[in-house]
């Protein structure tokens, strides 16, 4: 994937975070992170291991596809 690609999937998370009102910081302790951990992620989803990926989309209660579309 492209850097484009990857900036795309860093909004959707960001934009479905917001929309269910979760914080950095509550989507860190979810996945047992810390908060800049999750930020530096959030921010860099394309040096993300692939099971983080599914995490966060789990957390977000959004399929990996759906995320990635």
Do not use: C, F, W
């Amino acid at each position: 994937m492209d850097d484009k690609k990857y900036q795309k999937i860093s909004i959707k998370i960001r934009t479905m975070r917001a929309i269910l009102g979760y914080s950095q910081e509550y989507m860190a302790q979810e996945l047992g992170i810390s908060q800049n951990v999750y930020s530096h992620n959030e921010r860099n989803i394309g040096n993300l291991p692939l099971n983080r990926i599914y995490q966060i989309a789990a957390i977000l209660n959004i399929s990996v596809t759906q995320l990635l579309e």
